[in-house]
C-alpha cells in the first residue's frame, strides 16, 4: 500500500506534534489529570482533606514537605498545572498538619501570583513540637 | 471556617474572575515577611580558645542581633534607618516603630500575623514601593546554614551563610573581630518554568508558591543551604524548588582567599591527592587571624524585576543578583525542594549529591512521579551539570518521607579491620543519607539512615539501613577518615528490641539527639552510643542544661575528627539555642570503660553525659535564637592558638 504525499506530510506532522506536545508544559505531569478550575473553587478551605483534594483534582504534579523543625509556614504545598486561554498556570494548595488545605493560590508564568481562597492557621500542633509516643 | 470575605467565595466561582484576579493583584503586596515579632536570625562568631569560657566576638550595637554577620532587612543595607530600634530589641521591624517597618516597603499597617489575605477584589496601596526591603519578599528572611566543609583556601577567611530570600551571604572574616559583608548571590525566582525534561521550559515555574507567615502567597527563593567542593565552587540548594546554582567568587571576595593571584582553580586530576581534611580527613587546616582593619563593605542593592516599579511593573522581588560572586552552573533539580547540596570528587568525577525535603515531582530520566529523595548530578564541568539519577525517598505518609542530608565517603579512606574488607571496599564510594525527617508521634518509627554504593552514581544500590525504626533524622556527620558517624534521630519506643534501640530520650522543640556509629565497614553498622545535652537522657538527674526542660533537641553535630579531637553540637535549630563542646575521644570510649554503667549507650548516667563535655553557651537573644550550625575555625592569633565558632540560627 502506498500513500500520496499529501497523507504523508500530514501523518508525519500529527506525529510532530505528539512530540512536541509531550514537552509542553500542559503535559508534562502525566500523573495528573487536566485541571479544571471549576473543580478548584470547589475545594472547601478549612475542611477539605488530601484525600478530598486528590479525589476532585487528581494526583499533584509537583508537592513539597518542608518537615521543618523550626515552623513559621504550612509545610505541606501540592501544585497542579492547567491552562486555559492565557496560558499555563499553576495551583497551589497548602495544608495544615492535620492535612486540612487551608490556601489556594494560583501563579502565572510571569510569577505573578494571587490567594485565591484561605483559611485562619488552626493552632499549631506540628509533630516536632508535640510529645513523643507512649 | 473563615474564608477571605462573605462576597468572595461567590465570586470565586468564576474562572475568568479569577484571572482577573491574578492580573490584578501584584506580587509586591501578598506577603510579609517583618511582621511583629519575628527574630533576626542570623550568624555569630564566638571566641572558644577557652572552652570553658566561650565569648561573642565580632559584635555590632547598631545590629539588633548583636552581630556583624547579619543582612539587614532594607535594601539600603543600615539597621538604623530600617528598624529605628535599639539593640536590646530583638525584633527587626513591627514592634518598636511601624512606620520604618513602611519605609522600608512593608505592607500596610492593619496587616497582622493570621490575618486571611486582604481582598483580593481591591487595589491596595503600593506601599513605598521604590523603597524595597528583604522585608517584602515574603518568604522567609535570615540565615539558615553555613558552609562545613574544611577547605583549606577559604578555612579562617570567608564565613558563608545561606539566608533564605537574602540568598547566600559571604562575611570576611580574616580579622574576626571585625567581621565585614564582602559578597553575596541572590537567584532569581525561576518563573520560566520546569521542563519535563529537567531544563527550563515556558510554563509555571519551578520555584514554590509558598506561605509568608501571615498566609500570604509569595512565589520567591529560599536559599537553604550552600557548600563548596574541593575546587572552591560554591553551591547553593533552594528550598522553594528553584533547583541548584553554582557559584564562585570574583573581585574583592576571590582576593581576600587568594591575595592577588591568578584563579587557579583545581581542575579534575589524579594528581590531586584526596582531600584530608573534615570531613574526609582529620588534618584540620590552621586559619591565620590579623588585626587589619579592612573598610566596613556597603553591599550593593540587588536588582530588580521591576527596575522602576510603576503600575504596570510592581514585581518588587529581587532578580539574578551578584556582589564579589558569579552563577558558574545551573540545574532545576525538576523542581524538588532541596536541603543540602554535597559535592565530593570520585575519581576524576565531581559528583552532587543534591539531598530533598519530602515531596513528589517528575524525574525527567523516567518521566515518573517519583517521591524526593536524593538527586545525584555530574558536575565535573560546572557549567553543564550532568543529572544522573534521583534515588526515590520513602514511600508512604509525606510526614515520613524526604532525604534531608547526605554524605559520602571513599572505602579507600574508610578504614578497615581486615584486608578482605579493604578489598572489598576498594574503589567503591558510599552514600549515608537520612530517610524520612518528620514522622514523630504520627508515624513513629519508620524513619532509618541509609547507606547506598554510589561507585556508580548513575546506578546507586542500597546496601543498607543503618538504624531502622527511628524519628525525627536529620542533619549527619560523617568522619571519613574514622568511619564514625553521628546520626541526627530519636528512637521510637514503639520499635522491636534491637542492640541500637535507646528509647526514653528528652527533647523540647525537635525531637532529636545523637546516636554515634562506626561505619567503617558501611555493610555492617557498629552502635557506638547515644548522647545529648545533660538533662536528655531517659534517666533524668539533678541537672539540666539549656534555656528549657527538657534541653532543646540537637540539630547537627560536627567533628573536627581524631587530630582537634573536638566535637560541636547545636541545639535549639531556632530558638532556645545551645552550643555544647565536647572531647570526641571521651564520647566515643565513654561507655567502654571498665567503670561505665551497664547502660551506658542506650540510656547514660547524668555522669555519663557530663563526662565529655568541655563546655557549652547558650546564644545572643536567649530564646529567640537557635543553634542550627556550629563551624569550628582552628587558628592562630599573633602566634597565640585562636579558635572560633561560627554558629548559625535558623531563620
Given amino acids: 500500500m502506498t500513500y500520496g504525499w499529501p497523507i504523508v506530510f500530514l501523518m508525519v506532522a500529527i506525529a510532530w506534534s505528539l512530540v512536541l506536545a509531550s514537552d509542553a508544559p500542559g503535559s508534562a505531569p502525566a500523573a495528573s489529570r487536566e485541571l479544571r478550575m471549576d473543580l478548584v473553587t470547589k475545594i472547601s478551605i478549612g475542611s477539605a482533606t488530601r484525600a478530598g483534594v486528590a479525589k476532585l483534582l487528581g494526583r499533584p504534579w509537583r508537592t513539597v514537605h518542608y518537615g521543618d523543625c523550626n515552623t513559621v509556614e504550612y509545610q505541606e504545598l501540592w501544585e497542579y498545572w492547567g491552562h486555559d486561554v492565557t496560558g499555563s498556570f499553576k495551583i497551589t494548595i497548602e495544608f495544615d498538619d492535620a492535612g486540612i488545605a487551608r490556601v489556594i493560590a494560583r501563579t502565572v508564568p510571569t510569577g505573578a501570583i494571587v490567594v485565591l481562597a484561605a483559611a485562619p492557621a488552626p493552632q499549631s500542633s506540628h509533630q516536632h513540637q508535640g510529645k513523643e509516643p507512649e | ?651
Avoid at chain 2, 184 to 190: D, E, L, Q, R, T
Avoid at chain 2, 614 to 627: A, D, N, V, Y
Avoid at chain 2, 629 to 635: A, D, K, L, Q, V
Fill in chain 2, 1 to 651: 471556617m473563615r474564608i477571605l470575605g462573605p462576597s468572595l467565595s461567590d465570586v470565586l466561582r468564576s474562572p475568568v474572575v479569577l484571572l482577573l484576579l491574578t492580573s490584578i493583584v501584584p506580587v509586591s503586596v501578598l506577603a510579609q515577611e517583618c511582621t511583629a515579632g519575628n527574630a533576626p536570625h542570623a550568624a555569630w562568631l564566638y571566641d572558644v580558645t577557652d572552652e570553658a569560657h566561650p565569648r561573642l566576638i565580632s559584635e555590632d550595637p547598631a545590629d539588633p542581633a548583636r552581630t556583624r554577620l547579619n543582612v539587614p532587612d532594607g535594601f539600603n543595607y543600615t539597621w538604623d534607618t530600617i528598624s529605628g530600634q535599639s539593640p536590646s530589641q530583638d525584633t527587626h521591624c513591627g514592634i518598636a516603630n511601624p512606620a520604618h517597618c513602611r519605609d522600608a516597603g512593608v505592607y500596610p499597617p492593619s496587616l497582622t500575623p493570621q490575618d486571611p489575605p486582604p481582598d483580593p477584589n481591591v487595589q491596595p496601596a503600593l506601599p513605598n514601593v521604590g523603597k524595597n526591603g528583604f522585608c517584602n519578599q515574603g518568604g522567609r528572611f535570615g540565615a539558615h546554614s553555613s558552609t562545613e566543609l574544611f577547605y583549606p583556601p577559604y578555612y579562617g577567611k570567608l564565613a558563608i551563610v545561606s539566608w533564605f530570600v537574602g540568598g547566600v551571604r559571604v562575611f570576611d572574616i580574616r580579622n574576626p573581630d571585625a567581621a565585614r559583608p564582602i559578597a553575596y548571590f541572590i537567584p532569581a525566582p525561576n518563573d520560566t518554568g520546569c521542563g519535563p525534561r529537567g531544563g527550563p521550559s515556558p510554563g509555571p515555574g519551578c520555584t514554590f508558591a509558598n506561605t509568608g507567615r501571615d498566609n500570604h502567597m509569595v512565589n520567591t527563593i529560599h536559599t537553604n543551604n550552600v557548600e563548596l567542593d574541593d575546587r572552591g565552587y560554591i553551591y547553593i540548594a533552594d528550598r522553594a524548588g528553584t533547583g541548584m546554582h553554582i557559584l564562585r567568587l570574583t573581585g574583592e571576595a576571590w582576593r581576600a582567599v587568594s591575595g592577588d593571584a591568578d584563579r587557579g582553580e583545581q581542575e579534575p586530576s589524579d594528581d590531586h591527592p584526596l582531600p584530608d581534611y573534615p570531613p574526609y580527613g582529620s588534618h584540620v587546616p590552621t586559619a591565620h587571624f590579623d588585626h587589619t582593619v579592612r573598610p566596613q563593605l556597603i553591599p550593593p542593592p540587588p536588582k530588580m524585576l521591576c527596575p522602576v516599579p510603576s503600575a504596570s511593573c510592581t514585581d518588587a522581588r529581587p532578580a539574578q543578583s551578584a556582589w564579589n560572586m558569579e552563577l558558574v552552573g545551573y540545574d532545576t533539580l525538576d523542581g524538588r525542594s532541596t536541603y543540602q547540596p554535597l559535592v565530593v570528587r570520585q575519581g576524576l568525577r565531581y559528583i552532587a549529591y543534591m539531598a530533598h525535603h519530602a515531596g513528589t515531582a517528575i524525574n525527567r530520566l523516567t518521566l515518573a512521579s517519583e517521591t524526593n529523595g536524593t538527586s545525584i548530578l555530574d558536575v565535573t564541568h560546572p557549567a553543564h551539570p550532568v543529572y544522573l539519577a534521583h534515588i526515590p525517598g520513602p514511600g508512604g505518609s509525606l510526614d515520613a518521607a524526604g532525604n534531608q542530608m547526605a554524605h559520602v565517603c571513599s572505602g579507600d579512606i574508610l578504614p578497615s579491620n581486615s584486608p578482605a574488607e579493604a578489598a572489598r571496599k576498594h574503589g567503591h564510594y558510599y552514600l549515608l543519607r537520612s530517610n524520612g525527617n518528620s514522622s514523630g508521634s504520627a508515624n513513629p518509627g519508620a524513619e532509618s539512615h541509609q547507606i547506598f554504593d554510589v561507585t556508580d552514581p548513575a546506578h546507586p544500590v542500597l546496601l543498607t539501613t543503618v538504624a531502622p525504626q527511628l524519628t525525627n533524622t536529620h542533619k549527619s556527620w560523617w568522619e571519613c577518615d574514622t568511619g564514625i558517624a553521628f546520626l541526627v534521630a530519636n528512637d521510637s519506643s514503639l520499635a522491636s528490641p534491637r542492640a541500637d534501640l535507646a528509647p526514653g530520650w528528652h527533647q523540647s522543640g525537635s525531637n532529636q539527639h545523637v546516636k554515634i556509629y562506626n561505619l567503617h565497614d558501611p555493610a555492617n553498622p557498629e552502635y557506638i552510643r547515644d548522647f545529648g545535652l545533660v538533662g536528655q537522657q531517659p534517666n533524668v538527674g539533678d541537672a539540666v542544661e539549656g534555656l528549657v526542660t527538657p534541653p532543646t533537641g540537637i540539630h547537627g553535630p560536627i567533628s573536627a575528627g581524631k587530630e582537634k579531637n573536638r566535637v560541636y553540637l547545636a541545639y535549639g535549630v531556632g530558638s532556645n539555642g545551645v552550643v555544647e563542646i565536647v572531647d570526641r575521644e571521651e564520647l566515643l570510649t565513654g561507655c567502654t570503660a571498665a567503670d561505665a554503667s551497664a547502660h551506658c549507650a542506650a540510656s547514660p548516667t547524668q555522669q555519663e553525659m557530663l563526662a565529655p563535655q568541655r563546655g557549652w553557651f547558650t546564644l545572643p537573644g536567649l530564646t529567640l535564637q537557635g543553634g542550627h550550625t556550629s563551624f569550628p575555625i582552628f587558628g592562630e592569633e599573633d602566634g597565640k592558638p585562636r579558635n572560633l565558632l561560627l554558629v548559625v540560627s535558623e531563620d
